[in-house]
């Protein structure tokens, strides 16, 4: 059975503190790990990543993934108060379905 | 773009009653739809893919003819609770990928938060 580990499952930091949230997964026929933010509604889509070692990044964010580890990580860095989610990790692999993880509970406080 | 819409937003309704809820693709074409299911703090269930032209694909667990999905045109795609329950009072949210780009990246509707009296 596929799986997705996020952690840590929450995280408390103050206004431009610098994050690193962390992924693992064990997903069948792996294609692609995806992250995306979600707030009080659906969540919206932040990265894809399909390749060992590159990092993708905008604005404030970056995220990379190793495939090699079955780790991927999202920083984020200067946060603001408006960053405070849930982060969701997602592993995609046959028929195109996405596992996701828990997700962190990002909260920043001013 | 990649834009997906989802009616209702929020459906209060009685136990026993049915309940449709709509997923659609608004700027692109969406062979696959999935629809998720999502408690309070916690993570996206994958209920079911739903295939544009045949029948959707369940996860196990999923029971078929409660959750009812049917994906008629390549921008619709529509789950019914049937005879809900108070225990189905969940958030319901949909995705499509958009094929044309062979991508794995799903984009989500809003979201249906339904509760059942």
């Known amino acids: 059975e596929d799986k997705v580990v996020q952690s840590p499952l929450s995280l408390v930091v103050h206004e431009g503190d610098t994050v690193t949230l962390n992924c693992s997964y064990e997903?069948?026929?792996?294609?692609?790990l995806l992250w995306y933010k979600q707030e009080k509604k659906a969540p919206t889509f932040l990265f894809m990543l399909?390749?060992?070692?590159i990092e993708k990044k905008s604005g404030r964010l970056s995220s990379i993934l190793d495939k090699k580890e079955l780790f991927s990580i999202l920083n984020i860095t200067a946060t603001q108060t408006g960053d405070s989610a849930v982060y969701l990790c997602a592993g995609g692999g046959s028929n195109y379905k996405l596992t996701f993880g828990k997700g962190t509970l990002l909260t920043v406080n001013p | 773009g990649a834009v997906v819409s989802q009616h209702p937003s929020r459906v209060i309704c009685k136990s026993g009653t049915s309940v449709k809820i709509e997923c659609r693709s608004l700027?692109?074409?969406?062979?696959?739809m999935f629809w998720y299911r999502q408690f309070p703090k916690q993570s996206l269930m994958l209920m079911a893919t739903?295939?544009?032209?045949?029948?959707?694909?369940?996860e196990q667990g999923v029971e078929k003819d409660k959750f009812l999905i049917n994906h008629a045109s390549l921008t619709l795609s529509t789950l019914t609770v049937t005879s809900a329950h108070p225990e189905d009072s969940s958030f319901y949210i949909c995705?499509?990928?958009?094929?044309?780009?062979?991508?794995?990246?799903?984009?989500f509707g809003p979201g249906t938060r339904l509760t059942v009296l």
């Open positions: 997903v069948t026929n792996f294609r692609s």
């Open positions: 700027d692109f074409q969406a062979t696959t």
């Open positions: 995705s499509a990928n958009d094929r044309a780009g062979y991508t794995d990246t799903q984009y």
């Open positions: 399909t390749s060992s070692g």
């Open positions: 739903s295939n544009e032209g045949s029948k959707a694909t369940y």
